[in-house]
């Protein structure tokens, strides 16, 4: 269940820790059942004739009781003028379940406001739901691993062979395009998702990262298309030359 208003930003940093107290204190509403409460926190572009309606569902997903534990799964905040955003994901646990809660925070002045709230149940905890393990994972995810492995190994090869290769003109601007890949393709290793990005740049081919135990881990690839032009042109300046390809083995006088 979702609630949200329209918001925007431009400095992003992590939300200040009144920010933090401040959805816990809003959330700690739901369990309550304070309906009111909860629509009178509320920024006033949310309020619609099903506003209350909403507002039932996401509480009855809370349990009575304090939760065993409240962790702070995500959070950031951007500042427009004498504005702040802040968006938090709060994890909650409860002896019986688990449940995801998103809360949206306009700030003005000091003034808190709440643009969007999003309650979820979740299956376990976001750390083990996002856990990097092939248990219960497809083919598509060694094949997505496998590419994206295979596209670094294919970059940092060619990169070696460009920086010990002599080269017409400037060698080592060779040898950084070597290092570009275009159209970014993200794999989630947790929903088995893929996203595509035409327009965009990536080095080294792959990529692979997890920025916290809360988030999924993606592996990202690229169409490597600096070590692909090199090599053709590399190859060009062996047919110009007419010379066998240098030895590219190890020593200390190929620089």
Same mark, same amino acid.
């Given at each position: 269940m979702?609630?949200?208003?329209?918001c925007?930003? @431009?400095?992003?940093? /992590?939300?200040?820790?009144e920010?933090v107290?401040?959805a816990?204190?809003?959330l700690a509403?739901? /369990?309550?059942?304070?309906? !009111?409460?909860?629509? %009178?926190?509320?920024?006033p572009?949310?309020?619609?004739?099903?506003?209350r +309606?909403?507002?039932?569902? %996401?509480a009855?997903?809370? =349990?009575?009781? !304090?939760?065993?534990s409240?962790?702070v799964?995500?959070?950031?905040?951007?500042?427009?003028?004498?504005?702040?955003?802040s968006?938090?994901?709060?994890?909650?646990?409860y =002896?019986? *379940?688990?449940?995801?809660?998103?809360?949206?925070?306009?700030?003005?002045?000091?003034?808190?406001?709440?643009?969007?709230?999003?309650?979820q149940?979740?299956?376990?905890?976001?750390e083990? @739901?996002? *856990?990097v393990?092939?248990?219960?994972k497809?083919?598509?995810?060694?094949?997505?691993?496998?590419?994206?492995?295979?596209?670094?190994l294919?970059?940092?090869?060619?990169?070696?062979?460009?920086?010990?290769?002599? +080269?017409?003109?400037?060698?080592?601007?060779?040898a950084? @395009?070597?290092?570009?890949?275009?159209?970014r393709?993200?794999?989630?290793?947790? &929903?088995?998702?893929?996203?595509?990005?035409p327009m965009?740049?990536?080095?080294?081919?792959?990529?692979?990262?997890?920025?916290?135990?809360?988030e999924?881990f993606?592996v990202? &690839?690229?169409?490597?298309?600096? +070590?692909?032009?090199?090599?053709?042109?590399? *190859?060009?300046?062996r047919?110009?030359?007419?010379?066998p390809?240098p030895?590219?083995?190890?020593?200390?006088?190929?620089?």
């Open positions: 979702v609630l949200a208003a329209g925007g930003g @431009l400095f992003r940093h /992590p939300a200040p820790a920010d107290d401040f816990k204190a809003y509403l739901f /369990p309550a059942r304070a309906l !009111p409460a909860i629509e %009178m926190g509320m920024d572009a949310l309020k619609d004739p099903q506003m +309606a909403k507002i039932a569902k %996401m009855i997903l809370f =349990p009575p009781g !304090p939760p065993t409240i962790r799964a995500g959070s950031t905040s951007t500042t427009t003028g004498t504005d702040t955003t968006t938090l994901t709060l994890e909650y646990e =002896p019986d *379940r688990w449940l995801l809660a998103n809360v949206v925070i306009g700030r003005h002045n000091h003034a808190s406001v709440i643009k969007g709230v999003q309650v149940p979740l299956k376990e905890s976001l083990r @739901l996002n *856990r393990t092939f248990a219960g497809t083919p598509v995810h060694a094949l997505a691993l496998a590419v994206a492995l295979l596209v670094l294919f970059v940092l090869g060619t990169f070696l062979v460009a920086a010990r290769t002599p +080269a017409p003109g400037m060698k080592w601007a060779w950084a @395009l070597v290092l570009v890949g275009v159209v393709f993200s794999f989630n290793w947790t &929903t088995g998702m893929l996203s595509i990005v965009s740049l990536q080095l080294l081919g792959s990529n692979f990262s997890k920025p916290s135990a809360f999924p993606v990202s &690839t690229s169409i490597p298309v600096g +070590a692909i032009v090199y090599l053709l042109q590399r *190859r060009d300046w047919r110009e030359t007419g010379t390809p030895d590219v083995s190890p020593g200390p006088d190929l620089l």
